[in-house]
């Protein structure tokens, strides 16, 4: 049913090794323009102490920002009997059940390590979801555990910050040089800054693809998925604008970016072919063998964002049918 994961992967391989290439080559020009082993060993210490500090407090951040409140079985029986299903079938370590306590319908997946992860759906979503809806969901957060994601994108986003602190050393540094090699050093770095964030983007974008294929995997209906995706957009619309804008920074964990919702409406109300306020298997299967068209707009937008283009997605979503 699924025959392209070595696709999303080698996708996600080259980005990160580009990214890692980029490191590379800027410390190997700062190497041959200025022979300081101090320059060297400041900024490795000083990426290595952002990691990890970054990895530590993350999910205290994330528990914070989110209202976090963690449920027994007892509390959300459901939840817990879904979310240890899908983790059997993912062979990874039952995550923490959390409810966020925001009206935003959403879900996101968050910790340090597979032993460590945690599932938190958010107040607003019990509402609009039947269970299946949950379930495929849910499956799309645990893929993101079994994957290791939140690992990856704390190391990958930890590269371009190294490149920015590195190009705002230098460009600012009061120090002579001859043949101004602090500033060329500064722009190459400021330039891998921008590249390495782009990057960054589309890793993050690639592996919302492969989790929404690791949902499926674990015996979610694609049309189930897309449908959740599509109540989801419907339902931020409604919610207060004040309320979404606190915790747009932090819309990467959720399952759709909450700061689109106009435009994926306006993408995603023709695939509702009879109004009904969801997307059945028949009407996803229409996008299957039908060509879509995403307009330069939206393409340079997709670019900047940490989820893909939702029509994109959904044309996916078809192919696991």
């Known amino acids: 049913m699924i025959s392209n ?38 900024y490795a210490v000083m990426g290595i102490a952002i990691m990890v500090i970054q990895y530590l407090v993350s999910p205290k951040i ?48 968050f910790g340090r390590t597979k032993k460590d992860g945690r ?16 379930r495929a969901v849910l499956g799309h957060e645990i893929a993101h555990i079994k994957h ?63 989790a929404d294929q690791g949902s499926v995997e674990y015996g979610n209906s694609p049309d189930k998925l897309a449908s959740a995706l599509y109540k989801l957009v419907y339902g931020v619309s409604k919610v207060d604008k004040d309320e979404v804008k606190k ?3 932090t819309s990467a964990f959720f399952l759709n970016d909450i700061g689109n919702t106009d435009f994926d409406i306006r993408e995603l109300s023709q695939l509702d072919t009879d109004n009904n306020g969801d997307i059945s298997a028949s009407e996803l299967a229409q996008l299957k063998y039908r060509k879509i ?4 707009k939206e393409k340079a937008f997709e670019v900047f964002s940490t989820h893909p283009n939702m029509l994109k997605r959904m044309k996916r979503l078809s192919e696991y049918l």
């Open 247 to 249: 915790v747009k920074g």
């Open 148 to 210: 290791s994601d939140m690992i990856v994108m704390t190391v990958v986003s930890m590269i371009p910050m190294v490149c920015y602190y590195i190009g705002m050393s230098f460009i600012f540094s009061r120090g002579d040089n001859e043949n101004n090699n602090g500033a060329i050093i500064g722009a190459l770095a400021l330039m891998a800054y921008f590249i390495g964030q782009l990057l960054v983007l589309f890793i993050s974008r690639t592996r919302e693809y492969y």
């Open 293 to 296: 068209h995403v307009g330069t």
């Open 5 to 42: 994961t070595w696709k999303l992967k080698l996708r996600l391989f080259l980005a990160m090794a580009l990214l890692f290439g980029i490191v590379y080559v800027i410390l190997m020009v700062v190497g041959t323009l200025i022979f300081h082993q101090v320059f060297f060993k400041m």
């Open 119 to 134: 599932v938190c759906i958010t107040r607003g979503m019990l509402n609009i979801l039947r269970e299946d809806e949950i």
């Open 62 to 109: 994330v528990e914070f920002s989110m209202r976090v409140k963690y449920v027994s079985e007892e509390q959300a029986p459901d939840i817990h009997r879904i979310v240890e299903d899908l983790a059997k079938i993912a062979n990874i370590p039952k995550p923490k059940v959390g409810v966020s306590e925001i009206s935003i319908p959403n879900a996101f997946a």
